[in-house]
């Protein structure tokens, strides 16, 4: 099978040049006890998988990328349930084991064994299985490895969706808005008649605006350097748009002494700093992107107890995906989630170094790849 392998992450910009990501002839893995193999029909690019090309998120090299994407289920392991081949399913970063504290606490997207197991690489049920062809070892990418022709994963990795719902608008599903919904529905709780601030305007930042401009009575403000982002968050159903220096006057005209809630989708610190600012009293901020490790947090401690303020992190939008994937896809079905307003072009996955630069630029939203012969 043809898999995007990454090597180094070393490789400076442009990728288009220095082409990060090779494509490499893997043997197909069979599936072991608890996993499925999925032939991929589409798989998007994220800023999580440049945060791996670029260095921003430490990964085990080397590693198949990829961890959004939509597929057809072509074959299952013992003791799968749920899941036959010729199902079309979504795939989710978080594999949930269903039995560790954050799990049996309801939030399965903090799942203890399925963070270790994407941080060294491996699956939920068992050691990498990835091999290049003379044996040597390819890790897998949380869990998915989705910029191949075939992916395999554990059970938990996998929703079922409708056989109807195109592999374009399933795929995004499976990070892109199920981070950005469930950081309004989930983390935030963003109640009708609130203000709330989206900084960056990417893929999640956009299903952010959706799903809080989908609460009756809210003020919704976008926030992107780039006016074609502020254009199509306005067209997500953001009341107003405006750069980050706009955003001062945006929210002292809209939302008075303050916004209610600021989310923070951009991976920076300084933006963080930024949304702190721009909260009323007793607000959250939601920080949703991620930031180099080196970058550290410096704000005035006091306002946290001095004024109620909030600062609450959202990793994969502390959604339930097997609950909350198919209640989005019925949202979509009905017109109150435009999530093909997110899906710039398809192209065939042998583009994905230039498609690294673009996204770097902030060219594309969510470009999706074909993958195959």
């Known amino acids: 099978m043809t898999t995007a392998v990454l090597r180094s992450s070393q490789e400076g910009r442009p990728y288009a040049a220095s082409a990060p990501l090779g494509m490499e002839q893997l043997p197909v893995p069979k599936p072991r006890a608890g996993e499925v193999l999925v032939k991929i029909e589409r798989a998007s690019l994220c800023h999580s998988d440049l945060s791996v090309i670029n260095g921003s998120r430490l990964r085990p090299l080397p590693m198949a990328l990829g961890h959004e994407a939509s597929g057809t289920v072509a074959a299952v392991g013992p003791a799968v349930a749920g899941v036959v081949p010729g199902d079309r399913v979504v795939t989710v970063f ?52 989705a910029f191949s022709e075939y992916a395999l994963v554990a059970r938990e990795s996998l929703v079922v969706v409708d056989g109807d719902v195109p592999f374009d608008i399933a795929a995004m599903f499976g990070c892109a808005v199920l981070t950005g919904m469930g950081t ?94 721009l909260l009323t009293r007793g607000g959250a901020l939601i920080s949703v992107g991620l930031p180099h490790p080196d970058q550290l947090l410096q704000v005035q401690a006091l306002q946290f107890a001095g004024t109620g303020k909030r600062l609450l992190g959202s990793y994969m939008g502390d959604a339930d995906p097997a609950r909350d994937i198919p209640a989005y896809i019925q949202m979509w079905r009905e017109g109150r989630l435009p999530v093909e307003l997110l899906h710039t072009d398809t192209t065939p996955l042998s583009e994905i170094n230039e498609a690294l630069d673009a996204l770097a630029d902030g060219r594309v939203v969510r470009r999706l790849f074909t993958v195959g012969r």
């Open 94 to 145: 978080v594999p949930s084991c269903g039995q560790c504290r954050a799990c049996a606490g309801g939030r399965p997207a903090l799942c203890h064994r399925g963070a270790a197991a994407n941080g060294t690489g491996d699956l939920l049920h068992g050691d990498a299985v990835l091999r290049t062809v003379s044996g040597e070892r390819i890790n897998h990418h949380l869990g998915v490895s």
């Open 184 to 277: 309004v529905v989930h983390t935030a709780k963003v109640e009708p008649g609130q203000s709330v601030i989206v900084f960056g305007l990417g893929a999640v930042g956009l299903s952010a605006v959706m799903g809080a401009a989908g609460i009756a009575g809210t003020t919704v403000i976008a926030i992107d350097p780039l006016p074609e982002k502020q254009a199509l968050a306005l067209q997500c159903g953001a009341h107003f748009a405006g750069t980050p220096d706009q955003a001062p006057a945006l929210v002292a005209e809209h939302a008075g002494d303050g916004v209610d809630v600021a989310i923070e989708a951009v991976g920076s610190a300084k933006v963080m700093e930024a949304c702190l600012a």
